[in-house]
């Protein structure tokens, strides 16, 4: 499977301190996933994500 590199968007690091209190220390960051026109790979998306809270 080949995607080209226009569907990439420019990364970006935005450094601040957290606010939040984490239980753990297991927390290392924030994803955001675009994707446009894709509900059906969204949702499997959102699965994956939940599925991997629960570790």
């Known amino acids: 499977m080949s995607i080209p590199l226009s569907q990439f968007t420019k990364t970006v690091l935005i450094k601040t301190r957290t606010k939040k209190i984490y239980s753990n220390n297991n927390h290392y960051g924030t ?4 994707v446009r026109k894709g509900t059906q790979l969204r949702r499997r998306i959102i699965g994956w994500i939940e599925g991997l809270a629960i570790i």
């Not at 994803?31 to 675009?34: A, E, I, K, N, P």
């Open 31 to 34: 994803v955001r996933v675009t």
